[in-house]
């Protein structure tokens, strides 16, 4: 949904100073309880793209809360935002 609104904004002629050209959104978002796994994070690195356009999450799964944390810190340090 924000990559629509990027879009939509990188579109609108007025406001495309907003979003700098070749600026990449680093993004991610935790889903928990899906199926058999306890927690996901899906994130996004700005490059990888599928074959309409649409930006490609990759999935990291975790059994515990620490290792959890610990990879949305690194995320975080990264320059990854949630979505």
């Not at 609108?12 to 990449?24: F, H, I, Q």
Request: aromatic fraction near 14%.
């Amino acid at each position: 949904m924000l990559y629509v609104k990027l879009w939509i904004l990188t579109r609108n002629k007025s406001r495309l100073s907003l979003v700098k050209k070749g600026d990449r959104m680093k993004l991610f978002y935790r889903q928990d309880n899906i199926g058999m796994a306890k927690y996901t994070v899906n994130y996004h690195d700005g490059i990888k793209t599928n074959k309409d356009g649409s930006p490609f999450f990759d999935i990291a799964i975790f059994r515990s809360k620490e290792k959890l944390n610990g990879f949305i810190n690194k995320l975080i340090l990264n320059g990854y935002t949630t979505q």
